[in-house]
T-cell receptor, first 112, second 113 residues
Framework: RKEVEQDPGPFNVPEGATVAFNCTYS??????FFWYRQDCRKEPKLLMS???SGNEDGRFTAQLNRASQYISLLIRDSKLSDSATYLC?????????????FGIGTKLQVIP | DVKVTQSSRYLVKRTGEKVFLECVQD?????MFWYRQDPGLGLRLIYF???????EKGDIPEGYSVSREKKERFSLILESASTNQTSMYLC????????????FGPGTRLLVL
């Protein structure tokens, strides 16, 4: 089983739609969780952190469910500019170092 | 604003050539990382470094080596390039207070013929 699993998509949604992605992780001792965004042929950039209490940044809401070991990202009122690949990132302690594991990413295409 | 730069955006090399990929960050970050990214496999860690002259193997170090002679520079070396090393290579850096947030360079697309 992969450490971090995501549905690669693509998710094709119309402008204005609400779309949600899930990501599951296998290590119950994982410590921190993030969503990164990667535009086509560009580098990944941090979108938002994910906290147990959930967090919201404008149209984006991230949530963590430790019991079921998954995190989610909800995008409301999708814009064309939201088209990108969304990477789930999980960190854990490994041999005294902070291990960062990336999912393969979920591709979102917002269509007019 | 953090800046991570990589020496080349696109590179074409022949099998057996020695390849150097350079990464420089300007924010005095202690931690630096090299990843490769392939379709369906995501980002995989090749090597990382938490200090000058220090290096640690990541998940897929075979066929690669690294050098960190100065804090701001982390080099990835392919001793003898092979076609299965054709990939997108991404460098990243961060510093311990924010050890979980990584700042990436623009990437180098390497094609090995």
């Amino acid at each position: 089983r992969k450490e971090v699993e995501q549905d690669p998509g693509p998710f094709n949604v119309p402008e204005g739609a609400t779309v949600a992605f899930n990501c599951t992780y296998s290590n119950s001792a994982s410590q921190s969780f993030f969503w990164y965004r990667q535009d086509c042929r560009k580098e990944p950039k941090l979108l938002m952190s994910v906290y147990s209490s959930g967090n919201e940044d404008g149209r984006f809401t991230a949530q963590l469910n430790r019991a079921s070991q998954y995190i989610s990202l909800l995008i409301r009122d999708s814009k064309l500019s939201d088209s990108a690949t969304y990477l789930c990132v999980v960190t854990s302690n490994s041999g005294g170092y902070q291990k960062v594991t990336f999912g393969i990413g979920t591709k979102l295409q917002v269509i007019p | 604003d953090v800046k991570v730069t990589q020496s080349s955006r696109y590179l074409v090399k022949r099998t057996g050539e020695k390849v150097f990929l350079e990464c420089v960050q300007d924010m005095d970050h202690e931690n630096m990382f090299w990843y490769r990214q392939d379709p369906g496999l995501g980002l995989r860690l090749i090597y990382f470094s938490y200090d000058v002259k220090m290096k640690e193997k990541g998940d897929i170090p075979e066929g690669y080596s690294v050098s960190r002679e100065k804090k701001e520079r982390f080099s990835l070396i392919l001793e003898s390039a092979s076609t299965n090393q054709t990939s997108m290579y991404l460098c990243a850096s961060n510093y311990p207070p924010e050890a979980e947030t990584q700042y990436f360079g623009p990437g180098t697309r390497l094609l090995v013929l």
